[in-house]
């Protein structure tokens, strides 16, 4: 069957679309990393194990008002080599932006009782 120029139109149109919209979940997804807050990094990486700043794992020892938040530094360097119970996130580490955001929101946790 011979295509007719209407035809070879609307192939290339739906080739565009497909290839847009194969590529949007990309560029949607860096806008979205660049909109989270610290918060909102702390709610999916630490709040299951440091719930309002505090520890489960270590009730005595709170995330909030650690010696850990002494620094960017010192925030970053805990976080690339945790402790054997706290997880590793490669995303997190690797990217200064959330660390940064991540830090700046820990800083601002109130100091739980018996910290």
Known sequence: MQQTGSHRVLKSASIFVFAAFCLSPISYADEKKAERS????????CSSCHVAGGNTAKPKKPLAGSSVLKSI???????????????????????????????????????????
Request: aromatic share 16%; proline share 8%; with cysteine.
């Open 38 to 45: 610290g918060e909102d990094i702390y709610k999916q990486y």
């Open 73 to 115: 530094a010192t925030f970053q360097k805990y976080l690339e080599s945790p402790p054997g119970h706290m997880p590793y996130y490669k995303s997190v580490v690797e990217d200064k932006s959330v660390i940064k955001k991540l830090y700046e929101y820990c800083r601002k946790l109130p100091k739980t009782a018996g910290a």
